[in-house]
DNA sequence: TCTGGGGTCCTAGGACCC
DNA sequence: TCTGGGGTCCTAGGACCC
């Protein structure tokens, strides 16, 4: 069982379990103690992030050698596109090339759009090879669950189970006024539009520039010393200075999150002008948005994110120098008036 | 049972402007 | 004194993803 710092003592979560450990209930997201409980002998082993992101990077590799587009969409899942050829002998191509360049398996999912390709993928058995396409998701997924759709959670799963939703083949011929009313006029119509296993976004071949970067952590015991809870907060947020120079980036908002005992999550967030990576100035923004908080209660985690300010263009080469001559007249302000 | 860490996106509601 | 009808922007919270 992998998760955490490896130690079912400590407060933590299960990345990932072996088959063994699956059967007696041990799964992703399980909580260390309870999968300690429910399987005595199993072997606990801490997340080495750095392990798993120097496989992703050789499995990357990997992928690039196929001509198709591809996108890589988090440390273990990937889409690449088969273009005209036969899907299912590029997804065996793939899976030989993994084993034959890492030694890893994956499986495969393959549909007519990003969509239904990882609807397919989590159908998949472990180095299993899944094909979806329109004319037979009706009949594969529809008397499944909503909940394997992507987009459609525990909550959202709940909330359309109220609504008399429990199969996909249901969503996909619910009212759309109805979805927008329970979900959102945007979300709404989206959910049933998935539901029918459509999907014309594209691949994303370069990763857009991230937008935040946060650090968070959570106590072992829930903490009742506000000035505990104010160094953790103070610490996170030089971290997060380090992380942002480190990565060129510059916060524009610093935001603290804090969870209460036994789980109640708030944030609050400051604005910093101009957007700096400086320590002290992270550190400061921290404590102003943290004093927002009443802290006469035990707290569980704390977190510190930065929304960070647009990334510096990348360097180009230089602009031609103006010309020399008549340059172009100003317009005249006009103030506005009726 | 007791719920990590790092992200993204969407929504509701309020402030503010003309 | 009590009050419309557009907008936009910001914040907090929630849901989802891996």
Not at 73 to 94: H, K, N, S, T
Not at 140 to 154: K, N, Q
Request: hydrophobic residues 45%; proline residues 9%.
């Amino acid at each position: 069982v992998v998760g955490g710092l490896g130690d079912p003592a400590r407060r933590g979560v299960v990345s990932g379990a072996s088959a063994e450990a699956r059967e007696h209930g041990v799964d992703a997201g399980t909580p260390l103690r309870l999968a300690a409980r429910r399987c005595p002998a199993a072997v606990f082993l801490p997340l080495d992030a750095h392990a798993c992101r120097a496989a992703a990077r050789e499995v990357e590799a990997v992928l690039r050698s196929f001509p198709g587009a591809w996108e890589i969409a988090g440390w273990d899942e990937a889409y690449v596109e088969a273009g005209a050829g036969d899907p299912l002998a590029l997804a065996r191509a793939v899976q030989r090339a993994l084993a034959d360049g890492t030694g890893l398996s994956c499986s495969v999912g393959i549909g007519e759009n990003k969509l239904q390709a990882k609807v397919a993928g989590r159908l998949a058995p472990p180095g299993g090879i899944v094909q979806l396409d329109t004319a037979s998701w009706p009949a594969t997924v529809g008397p499944l669950g909503p909940e394997v759709l992507v987009g459609v959670g525990s909550a959202r799963g709940r909330q359309l189970r109220r609504l008399g939703i429990e199969r996909v083949e249901q969503l996909a011929a619910a009212d759309e006024a109805a979805l927008a009313v329970a979900f959102g006029a945007a979300l709404g119509p989206r959910l049933r539009r998935i539901a029918r296993g459509e999907d014309y976004s594209p691949l994303v071949r370069r990763r857009p520039p991230s937008r935040s970067h946060s650090r968070a952590h959570t106590f072992d015991e829930d903490v009742d010393d506000p000035d505990a809870v104010r160094a953790a907060v103070a610490d996170l947020a030089a971290a997060l200075a380090r992380d942002l120079r480190r990565r060129r980036r510059l916060a524009a908002r610093v935001a603290v999150t804090i969870r209460f005992a036994p789980f109640e999550t708030h944030s609050h967030a400051v604005r910093i002008a101009p957007p700096s990576a400086e320590r002290d100035v992270l550190e400061e923004a921290a404590g102003r948005a943290l004093a927002r908080f009443d802290l006469r209660r035990p707290v569980r985690l704390v977190g510190a994110r930065a929304d960070l300010a647009p990334a510096a263009p990348r360097q180009r080469r230089p602009r031609p120098r103006p010309q020399p001559g008549p340059q172009p007249m100003l317009e005249p302000y006009l103030g506005a008036a009726p």
